[in-house]
């Protein structure tokens, strides 16, 4: 990817990712997720988990899998709203740039 992806822009997809599941998503399969969006690696999304658990705007819980334990991210009440916040500011924001640059002569 070209453009740099700032903390906020992390934030908001991890958010986003995380609160399509009621239940909680796991480590391995939020990484995958974002990497729809864009490229990040391991080392890099879980300060961003880390970051959020301790701001209150994720919960963490472990879940036995076939004998193993999985560590499980939820979305919590001040997750959502943050989120809500950073779906606002987005919907600004990437409206401004995409008529910069629709508007630019190539």
Do not use: H
Request: hydrophobic share 40%; aromatic share 10%; with cysteine.
């Amino acid at each position: 990817m070209v453009f740099n992806t700032g903390a906020a822009l992390l934030d908001a997809i991890v958010l986003a990712v995380v609160s399509k599941e009621a239940d909680g998503t796991y480590g391995y399969r939020i990484t995958q997720d974002v990497r729809g969006a864009i490229d990040i690696s391991e080392s890099t999304l879980y300060p961003v988990l880390r970051r959020l658990q301790k701001e209150a705007c994720l919960e963490v819980y472990d879940l036995a899998i076939d004998g193993r334990n999985r560590r499980y991210y939820r979305i919590t009440e001040k997750g959502r709203v943050q989120l809500r916040l950073y779906k606002g500011e987005w919907a600004g924001y990437s409206g401004r740039i995409s008529r910069i640059l629709e508007e630019a002569e190539v």
